[in-house]
């Protein structure tokens, strides 16, 4: 049986247009992240530097900071005066090249360091070398479901995962059953990772997310009656519980604020639903605009062949890259 490319008019060219471009969008724009050290070595002196020692992650020299009141910094040194390093840290240029900072505070009244995450619509931060965090739950919140937000719609494998779901039970109740099964699992799992629970390395975790999206893609191609098509809350469930694992990678990374663990993790997770929900949205709008059709199965089959051949790809590669540690 030979495939042919249908015809299209410009409107459909159109609506196709703008779904590649979004899509060429979310996989351009990783989620870039530079880190800040800072450790103080005396009274009202501090040695800082972009990035972590040892951690291949993006540094931060294009991004001006603006030290608290007192303090000057010259040459990886700060100094304040006696009112001590307290105060705003502020970086201007986030949103450009990063989409966030860390600030990791080691002072000598604190038992561990204090994380501080900047974004570009809340650039500044208050520090306090005493060791107490002085943001707001409020403001914490507001940061991590930003990042959230980000996450998911940076993360195109989990984005692909959702798609396919969506492909393969429409828009009916069962997408409301479904899409809330895999919330639940990979909130479960999310939460327990990032509170240090449940621990798994990175690399089986990222395979097996490539793997999923394989099966749900050849689940589509199909109309049998398999497990995953009578049960797909339950597949999502079940494979809601690795993605969660691959948020909570991410979530690590970015590091969780001592003095407001649960907050910013409800944060999180609230930011990563709220994406969800846009991506789901905004493709039920193209649906309505192109379901009338007469291509459009054609649109869906050849839609579930690209995200299933990406998917493949990054199964070998993620496969082979396990065999190789």
């Known amino acids: 049986m030979t495939f042919k490319l249908p015809m299209f008019n410009f409107k459909k060219l159109w609506l196709i ?18 880190e800040m050290t800072i450790r103080q070595t005396q009274a009202h002196e501090y040695i800082w530097a972009w990035g972590v020692p040892g951690r291949d992650r993006p540094i931060g020299q294009d991004l001006k900071v ?8 010259d040459q990886g040194i700060i100094r304040c ?7 705003q840290i502020t970086l201007t240029g986030l949103g450009d090249t990063y989409s966030a900072a860390l600030i990791s505070l080691a002072t000598q009244n604190s038992v561990q360091p204090q994380v501080f995450t900047l ?12 060791g107490v965090d002085e943001r707001s739950s409020l403001e914490v919140a507001h940061s991590y479901t930003l990042l959230g937000i980000e996450h998911i ?3 195109i494998d989990h984005l692909f995962f959702v798609i396919s779901l969506l492909f393969l039970v429409g828009y009916s109740k069962n997408l409301l059953w479904t899409v809330s099964a895999f919330t639940l699992a990979h909130s479960l799992t999310l939460a327990a990772s990032a509170l240090g629970f449940l621990v798994l390395r990175s690399p089986p975790v990222e395979a097996t997310i490539a793997l999923s999206i394989v099966l749900v893609c050849a689940e589509n191609l199909h109309s049998r009656q ?5 049960w797909p809350a339950l597949v999502a469930f079940i494979f ?7 948020f909570a990678g991410a979530l ?18 609230v930011g990563v639903e709220l994406g969800q929900l846009l991506v789901l949205t905004f493709l039920f709008l193209v649906y309505l605009a192109i379901r009338r059709q007469k291509h459009v199965d054609s649109f869906r089959k050849l839609s579930i062949y690209i995200i299933g051949s990406m998917a493949a790809f990054w199964s070998l590669t993620r496969i082979a890259s396990l065999l190789t540690l």
């Open 81 to 87: 005066g006696p009112r001590g390093f307290k105060g």
């Open 119 to 130: 974004t570009s619509s809340q650039p500044k931060v208050s520090v306090d070398d005493s």
């Open 66 to 73: 603006t030290w608290p009141d007192g303090c000057t910094a």
């Open 252 to 269: 690590k990374d970015i590091g969780l604020p001592h003095d407001h663990i649960f907050v910013a993790l409800l944060g999180f997770n």
């Open 240 to 246: 809601g519980l690795i993605h969660g694992l691959g």
């Open 17 to 34: 247009a703008l779904v590649l471009g979004w899509s060429s969008y979310l996989s351009a724009h990783e989620m870039s992240i530079a």
């Open 226 to 230: 398999t497990f995953t098509r009578r």
């Open 153 to 155: 719609l940076s993360g």
